[in-house]
């Protein structure tokens, strides 16, 4: 149950794949006739991607990652805006492609405000307005939170944007095929996304560039990709992407499914004592569950899980290479041995109501064990 | 996820030995913060100068768990000069070693068995 964290591949994605490995090898920008046949399927892949955001063909660049999307959009517009300002609008929960690309702007010179989140983790979009000066060039606030799931406001903060005329990006590879999108409603320039979240191949992203806005290439060479992304396009992962993209599409309805399915996780774990939800009641992700369970550590959780074939994942300090808490959790206003129970259960297509019931039916006891080792626990 | 963890931490992280604390304790070693995660109360109950009983509390990953386990089982029916000899390396090593990032977890078990001791002869002063 670590969905979020990623998906395996679909079939149907695999086999849409597996030609461009072999038989359709040819270079997209050889003008002979394989390499045409990948040119086309590119291009039908682009269609695809821009389909499921309801954006134009034109407005897709394919990217090697959710991260390279998220790099090329901030820094692109940065260095592309420079001599207009050197002001930039995020969030304190942003991903860490977000936040630590905002660190390194801030070490060559930009200026970056971090809006603090209430302890749902909402943006208020009234905090975006105050926070923009003459110099604001971008705002970047993601769409929806990849740990405790909480969807922004991103058309409230777009209509924003739009008003003062400053480039809006959001981070939606959480929400891509989990949310309906349409990238004019929500009023975004930049909208990045990655294909393993929805079933796709790792190491494929995408960045949607709204027409009429530029940015600057941060990969230069041969020209590809409209010359704001060069390098030999990964044909097979980006005709998967494509294809998971048409699926996505295809199964979005099904997501209201998968939210009932979640409910009835968290019901389930409201059962255990001291158990609390992480983030948003209602606007958040649909497969997104994030709990804390008082007096214990979550990597102690997830290991317990693990032994019994669930998978899952934390914020605490003790999973990560940091050794720090979930900046997420801390943002929210949790102390930090708060943050370090937390255990995030992200559900999937593929995920059954069984499968919920055997993590309800599980969980009570692993969490009472450890709490009878916690000198928290009273 | 456990492929970094020996399977003894497994074991020890599975089947703690030696949980729970001792009512009418002799010494106890209170170590860690529960900002970084993890904090050890070990327990000791000393005879002849010798450790009787040792329990723990833990609160942490799984190695916290798994040194707070072995450090009881290791110090228990050692004189208390052997027990402060336990190093946090000798308790990653009964262990099969630890994640590098993990050290950190060994070194408090081994501290909080000094701890204790130390607690127990303040005390008996």
């Given at each position: 149950?670590?969905?979020?964290?990623?998906?395996?591949?679909?079939?149907?994605?695999?086999?849409?794949?597996?030609?461009?490995?072999?038989?359709?090898?040819?270079?997209?920008?050889?003008?002979?006739?394989?390499?045409?046949?990948?040119?086309?399927?590119?291009?039908?892949?682009?269609?695809?991607?821009?389909?499921?955001?309801?954006?134009?063909?034109?407005?897709?660049?394919?990217?090697?990652?959710?991260?390279?999307?998220?790099?090329?959009?901030?820094?692109?517009?940065?260095?592309?805006?420079?001599?207009?300002?050197?002001?930039?609008?995020?969030?304190?929960?942003?991903?860490?492609?977000?936040?630590?690309?905002?660190?390194?702007?801030?070490?060559?010179?930009?200026?970056?405000?971090?809006?603090?989140?209430?302890?749902?983790?909402?943006?208020?979009?009234?905090?975006?307005?105050?926070?923009?000066?003459?110099?604001?060039?971008?705002?970047?606030?993601?769409?929806?939170?990849?740990?405790?799931?909480?969807?922004?406001?991103?058309?409230?903060?777009?209509?924003?944007?739009?008003?003062?005329?400053?480039?809006?990006?959001?981070?939606?590879?959480?929400?891509?095929?989990?949310?309906?999108?349409?990238?004019?409603?929500?009023?975004?320039?930049?909208?990045?996304?990655?294909?393993?979240?929805?079933?796709?191949?790792?190491?494929?992203?995408?960045l949607y560039i709204r027409k009429g806005t530029v940015i600057e290439s941060q990969?230069?060479?041969?020209?590809?990709?409209?010359?704001?992304?060069?390098?030999?396009?990964?044909?097979?992962?980006?005709?998967?992407?494509?294809?998971?993209?048409?699926?996505?599409?295809?199964?979005?309805?099904?997501?209201?499914?998968?939210?009932?399915?979640?409910?009835?996780?968290?019901?389930?774990?409201?059962?255990?004592?001291?158990?609390?939800?992480?983030?948003?009641?209602?606007?958040?992700?649909?497969?997104?569950?994030?709990?804390?369970?008082?007096?214990?550590?979550?990597?102690?959780?997830?290991?317990?899980?693990?032994?019994?074939?669930?998978?899952?994942?934390?914020?605490?300090?003790?999973?990560?290479?940091?050794?720090?808490?979930?900046?997420?959790?801390?943002?929210?206003?949790?102390?930090?041995?708060?943050?370090?129970?937390?255990?995030?259960?992200?559900?999937?297509?593929?995920?059954?109501?069984?499968?919920?019931?055997?993590?309800?039916?599980?969980?009570?006891?692993?969490?009472?064990?450890?709490?009878?080792?916690?000198?928290?626990?009273? | 996820?456990?492929?970094?963890?020996?399977?003894?931490?497994?074991?020890?992280?599975?089947?703690?030995?030696?949980?729970?604390?001792?009512?009418?304790?002799?010494?106890?070693?209170?170590?860690?913060?529960?900002?970084?995660?993890?904090?050890?109360?070990?327990?000791?109950?000393?005879?002849?100068?010798?450790?009787?009983?040792?329990?723990?509390?833990?609160?942490?990953?799984?190695?916290?768990?798994?040194?707070?386990?072995?450090?009881?089982?290791?110090?228990?029916?050692?004189?208390?000069?052997?027990?402060?000899?336990?190093?946090?390396?000798?308790?990653?090593?009964?262990?099969?070693?630890?994640?590098?990032?993990?050290?950190?977890?060994?070194?408090?078990?081994?501290?909080?068995?000094?701890?204790?001791?130390?607690?127990?002869?303040?005390?008996?002063?």
């Amino acid at each position: 149950m670590d969905n979020s964290a990623t998906t395996a591949v679909d079939p149907g994605v695999t086999e849409a794949m597996l030609p461009y490995f072999s038989e359709n090898f040819g270079n997209p920008s050889s003008l002979y006739s394989i390499g045409r046949q990948a040119k086309r399927a590119i291009e039908e892949a682009r269609q695809k991607v821009a389909d499921l955001i309801g954006a134009k063909k034109e407005e897709i660049i394919f990217t090697g990652s959710g991260t390279e999307s998220d790099n090329l959009a901030i820094k692109g517009t940065a260095y592309r805006n420079r001599k207009k300002g050197d002001h930039i609008i995020t969030s304190s929960i942003e991903h860490h492609a977000v936040l630590h690309t905002c660190k390194y702007l801030e070490s060559q010179g930009f200026k970056v405000t971090y809006l603090p989140v209430n302890k749902e983790g909402l943006v208020n979009p009234v905090d975006v307005e105050k926070a923009i000066t003459p110099e604001t060039i971008l705002i970047t606030i993601m769409h929806a939170n990849n740990e405790i799931g909480t969807i922004q406001p991103i058309e409230e903060i777009g209509k924003i944007a739009n008003e003062k005329n400053i480039i809006f990006h959001t981070d939606a590879v959480q929400t891509i095929g989990k949310l309906p999108i349409n990238a004019d409603t929500l009023g975004v320039s930049l909208l990045s996304m990655s294909a393993h979240k929805i079933y796709g191949p790792k190491g494929v992203g995408a960045l949607y560039i709204r027409k009429g806005t530029v940015i600057e290439s941060q990969m230069h060479g041969g020209g590809h990709e409209r010359n704001i992304r060069s390098g030999t396009e990964n044909v097979p992962g980006i005709v998967g992407f494509g294809k998971a993209a048409e699926l996505a599409k295809v199964h979005l309805p099904e997501e209201e499914k998968l939210a009932n399915l979640r409910n009835s996780l968290i019901k389930g774990i409201f059962e255990i004592k001291e158990s609390y939800l992480n983030g948003h009641p209602t606007k958040r992700l649909p497969g997104n569950a994030n709990f804390r369970f008082s007096y214990v550590e979550g990597e102690s959780l997830i290991l317990s899980l693990d032994m019994k074939g669930v998978a899952a994942s934390t914020g605490s300090a003790c999973s990560s290479t940091s050794l720090t808490p979930s900046h997420v959790l801390i943002a929210i206003g949790l102390r930090p041995e708060e943050a370090h129970g937390s255990l995030r259960l992200t559900l999937g297509r593929e995920n059954t109501q069984e499968e919920v019931d055997h993590v309800v039916s599980i969980l009570p006891d692993i969490v009472n064990k450890l709490r009878m080792m916690s000198p928290l626990a009273r | 996820m456990t492929d970094g963890y020996s399977e003894k931490v497994m074991d020890h992280f599975a089947n703690p030995r030696n949980v729970g604390e001792i009512k009418d304790a002799d010494g106890i070693g209170k170590v860690g913060n529960p900002v970084c995660g993890d904090l050890m109360w070990i327990y000791i109950k000393v005879k002849d100068n010798r450790l009787e009983d040792v329990k723990f509390k833990t609160f942490g990953c799984g190695a916290a768990i798994a040194t707070s386990s072995m450090v009881t089982e290791m110090a228990k029916g050692k004189t208390l000069e052997e027990a402060m000899e336990i190093t946090r390396n000798d308790v990653a090593k009964e262990l099969d070693g630890l994640p590098p990032i993990k050290m950190h977890c060994s070194n408090l078990a081994a501290d909080g068995l000094h701890a204790a001791i130390k607690d127990y002869l303040e005390k008996s002063k």
